[in-house]
């Protein structure tokens, strides 16, 4: 069964650059047609995508924060991590890993079906 | 960009109830990338329907969604006491993008 686990520090100064990493268990980050995303939830709020990538290395960003994001993929780990940078108290948030897949032959989107528990990081000096 | 909006924001209803949750995109969104998620507090979110109407494993079938083009609507048939959560709709756009609605709390009446 996979799952899925965040792990990174719970503070950050703002101004720093927040890094978490989802470590992948019970599967291979590897597989054809798995991508894996970051999404984020302010408390009391909804929830925002952040970015995903391929385990090819291909990466796709939200554009509202695509100047502040870098998400890499470590397959030999079977992880893969976000580095948010340049953080303020609005980028305080549970932040969740998670897959969805899509299929190659019809690019028929699967949903985000495997998410990781979550992390609390809060921008704060 | 695609925006999706849910309504109602907030939804009371009793056990037993039907409960009928819209989304709304701004622009037509394909069938095949349209997704909802049930989250209850201090847990991740669940998928609960892909492609706009298939369940997903495990769900049960008192959930339904339908709708196509910019209208989407989950359906619940009956409610049970576990069903009262947050509810969001999610779409799988160009670029690639993700995009979530803002959610629909269901609650009890």
């Known amino acids: 069964q996979l799952q899925l686990q965040e792990s990174g520090p719970g503070l950050v100064k703002p101004s720093e650059t927040l890094s978490l990493t989802c470590t992948v268990s019970?599967?291979?980050?590897?597989?054809?047609?798995?991508?894996w995303g970051w999404i984020r939830q302010p408390p009391g709020k909804g929830l925002e995508w952040i970015g995903s990538?391929?385990?090819?290395?291909?990466?796709y960003y939200n554009p509202s924060l695509k100047s502040r994001v870098t998400i890499s993929v470590d397959t030999s780990k079977n992880q893969f991590s976000l580095k948010l940078s340049s953080v303020t108290a609005a980028d305080t948030a549970v932040y969740y890993c998670?897959?969805?897949?899509?299929?190659?032959?019809?690019?028929?989107?699967?949903?985000?079906?495997?998410w990781g528990q979550g992390t609390t990081v809060t921008v704060s000096s | 960009e695609i925006v999706l909006t849910q309504s109602p924001g907030t939804l009371s209803l009793s056990p037993g109830e039907r409960a009928t949750l819209s989304c709304r995109a701004s622009?037509?969104?394909?069938?095949?990338?349209l997704a909802w998620y049930q989250q209850k507090p201090g847990q991740a979110p669940r998928l609960l329907i892909y492609?706009?109407?298939s369940r997903a494993t495990g769900i049960p079938d008192r959930f339904s969604g339908s709708g196509s083009g910019t209208d989407f609507t989950l359906t619940i048939s009956r409610l049970e006491p576990e069903d009262f959560a947050v509810y969001y709709c999610?779409?799988?756009?160009?670029?690639?993008?993700?995009?979530f609605g803002q959610g629909t709390r269901l609650e009890i009446k």
């Open positions: 999610q779409q799988y756009g160009s670029s690639p993008s993700l995009t």
């Open positions: 622009q037509s969104v394909s069938s095949s990338y």
């Open positions: 998670a897959r969805y897949i899509i299929a190659a032959a019809n690019y028929y989107y699967y949903g985000m079906d495997v």
């Open positions: 990538i391929y385990y090819s290395g291909s990466t």
């Open positions: 492609g706009a109407s």
């Open positions: 019970g599967g291979s980050i590897s597989s054809s047609s798995y991508y």
